[in-house]
């Protein structure tokens, strides 16, 4: 698998042909408004199209699948800065500095540094996809168990970041988090847990039922009680960042692409783990941290840069070596296959056309994305305008049939509206709720990884630590652990020192 500029021109020779730019430009378009409803997901959405591909050339219809993926990356941060409610769970972390960004009537420049971001990180990742495909993929190949648990357990560390000053209530939620993921089935045995005789969760609890609920449903109840007439009544402050907020966004976008791209080679790493460490990450890099949870635009810009990195990342073992790092790429190795496509190194020989004509697209697809969605800043923050009492039950309705997409039970819908419920309460007792998302996305891959670890050294922990990649990610955890419970306790040291003076 060599890089060819002759190879890569054809590509976009056949990319910028009429019937493929009109199928860039469906899937981009279909992938947007998949990402702005809540818990359909790009995954479903391929899915569902999949079919409708057999009556299409195999590179128009990969092209189209392609698109509905990161144009899916693209759209889940609008419903995100606009209204609360992520529309992937990678989006998750955009809310946290979006709306308040939009509360402070900056929907406009949260929604702009959204789509600049995405289109610099992603047009970015396909450059390393380009050039650094088969070095890249081979670290993917490095990784075992132990590494990914490593990993999990690194990203879970970032709890104490995202607690903020209530790390014990962080502590709690995350801990609630990872019960909730603990109902159903043993990832491995099979053994039924948690269901108290229901059948029904057997099935266990859906990550994104929980953040649907904790985000969405929460959000409706907390502006019900208010007797809200707008989600938020601050008037609409400019429609774009200024070019003083991009240039400042600049290094987080470098910083989200590198931790995006890489993490994104590894099966299981889905964008809804990049996104939290890229945030994380930038608050540590920030002069001014405090700033971040209270409308930091960087805050926006990182999270988006990883989510559309991470997309990229992902094209590279898939197309290298056939392993797809997430369910939606999954699908899309299922569309490749029913073409008579295998993908691996013989693709690129014996399909050099298909290939490069397919990467290609995504240069053209994230152009599109990014001329679709700059017009659209101004329509999307006026959403917030329209009235709560008609917004309200139609933000309602968007949650019901997003949960209901996700496995079609009406099982979800229930799990939705508890978990709803969870959040109502979390946000009246001041319960930070990103520590309970990182751990519901976190923790089946954590569990797998942990089990088959254990598995391979015999019961023996110490593997993680005699394996260079896992020993290196536990070190990272636990410096991240430790520097968190030391600024802990430096923040809250004035704290005390007043009231020993007080006494």
């Given at each position: 698998?060599?890089f ?5 021109i054809?590509?976009?020779a056949?990319?910028?042909?009429w019937s ?7 899937g ?7 990402g702005?409803?809540p818990?359909i997901?790009p995954s479903?959405?391929?899915a569902?199209?999949l079919?409708?591909t057999t009556?299409i050339p195999?590179?128009s219809?990969?092209i189209?699948?392609a698109?509905?993926?990161y144009?899916?990356m ?5 419903t995100?800065i606009v ?13 946290i500095?979006?709306y308040?960004?939009?509360?402070q009537?900056?929907?406009g420049?949260?929604l702009g540094?959204s ?15 380009t050039?650094?495909a ?10 075992g168990p ?11 560390s970032?709890v ?10 962080g ?5 609630l ?7 159903g089935q ?6 039924v ?8 969760l ?6 994104i039922?929980?953040i649907?609920g904790?985000?969405a ?5 907390i502006?019900?009680?208010a007797a ?5 009544e601050?008037?609409?402050k400019g429609?774009?960042p200024?070019w003083?907020?991009?240039?400042q ?15 994104g ?7 809804a ?5 890229a945030y ?5 890099f ?8 209270k ?6 810009a990182?999270?988006?840069?990883a989510n559309n ?8 073992p898939?197309?290298a070596?056939?392993l797809?790092t ?12 029913m073409?008579?496509?295998q993908?691996g190194?013989?693709?690129f020989?014996?399909?050099p056309k ?8 995504m240069y ?6 990014l ?7 101004g329509?999307?923050a ?18 019901v049939?997003?949960a ?7 099982f979800?819908?229930?799990?939705t509206?508890v978990?709803?419920?969870?959040g109502y309460l979390?946000r ?9 998302v990182l ?5 089946p891959?954590l569990e797998t990884s942990l089990?088959?670890?254990l ?5 023996s ?5 005699t ?11 636990f410096?991240s ?11 809250h040291?004035?704290?005390i020192?007043i009231?020993?003076s007080?006494d």
């Amino acid at each position: 698998m060599l890089f060819s500029w002759d190879l890569l021109i054809q590509g976009f020779a056949d990319a910028l042909t009429w019937s493929n730019l009109l199928w860039a430009f469906v899937g981009c378009l279909v992938g947007t408004l998949i990402g702005v409803l809540p818990g359909i997901g790009p995954s479903a959405g391929i899915a569902i199209l999949l079919p409708l591909t057999t009556m299409i050339p195999p590179t128009s219809g990969i092209i189209m699948m392609a698109a509905i993926y990161y144009g899916a990356m693209y759209g889940g941060s609008t419903t995100a800065i606009v209204v609360n409610i992520p529309g992937e769970a990678s989006s998750v972390p955009t809310c946290i500095d979006g709306y308040e960004m939009a509360k402070q009537g900056r929907a406009g420049a949260a929604l702009g540094i959204s789509a600049i971001s995405s289109f610099v990180a992603g047009t970015l990742g396909l450059v390393g996809l380009t050039f650094f495909a088969p070095l890249l993929a081979n670290v993917a190949l490095a990784f075992g168990p132990p590494e990914y648990f490593a990993l999990m357990f690194m990203g879970l560390s970032l709890v104490i970041s995202l607690s903020g000053r209530a790390l014990l209530k962080g502590l709690i939620a995350m801990s609630l988090g990872l019960l909730a993921s603990l109902i159903g089935q043993n990832p491995l045995t099979g053994a039924v847990r948690l269901t108290f005789g229901w059948l029904d969760l057997m099935a266990g609890v859906s990550f994104i039922s929980v953040i649907i609920g904790l985000f969405a449903i929460s959000e409706v109840m907390i502006n019900v009680e208010a007797a809200a007439t707008l989600i938020y009544e601050t008037k609409i402050k400019g429609w774009m960042p200024t070019w003083k907020e991009i240039r400042q966004c600049f290094g987080a976008m470098l910083r989200s692409t590198g931790i995006g791209f890489f993490l994104g080679l590894l099966p299981g790493c889905a964008p809804a783990v990049t996104t939290f460490i890229a945030y994380d990450v930038e608050k540590r890099f920030s002069k001014t941290p405090e700033r971040f949870g209270k409308g930091a635009i960087e805050g926006v810009a990182a999270p988006e840069g990883a989510n559309n990195a991470t997309t990229s990342g992902g094209f590279v073992p898939l197309f290298a070596f056939g392993l797809p790092t997430g369910p939606a790429l999954a699908v899309l190795l299922g569309g490749l296959m029913m073409y008579g496509l295998q993908p691996g190194p013989m693709l690129f020989q014996q399909n050099p056309k298909f290939v490069w004509a397919v990467i290609a697209s995504m240069y053209i697809g994230n152009v599109i994305l990014l001329v679709l969605n700059l017009p659209l800043v101004g329509f999307w923050a006026r959403i917030a305008l329209i009235p709560f009492p008609i917004l309200g039950p139609i933000i309602i309705l968007c949650c019901v049939i997003g949960a209901y997409s996700i496995r079609f039970l009406m099982f979800d819908v229930w799990i939705t509206l508890v978990f709803g419920v969870i959040g109502y309460l979390m946000r009246k007792l001041s319960f930070p709720i990103a520590p309970m998302v990182l751990a519901t996305v976190l923790a089946p891959m954590l569990e797998t990884s942990l089990q088959q670890s254990l598995l391979i050294s015999l019961g023996s922990p110490f593997i993680f630590f005699t394996r260079p990649i896992a020993a290196f990610f536990m070190a990272l955890a636990f410096l991240s652990i430790l520097r968190g419970i030391w600024i802990q306790v430096r923040t809250h040291a004035p704290e005390i020192a007043i009231d020993e003076s007080d006494d």
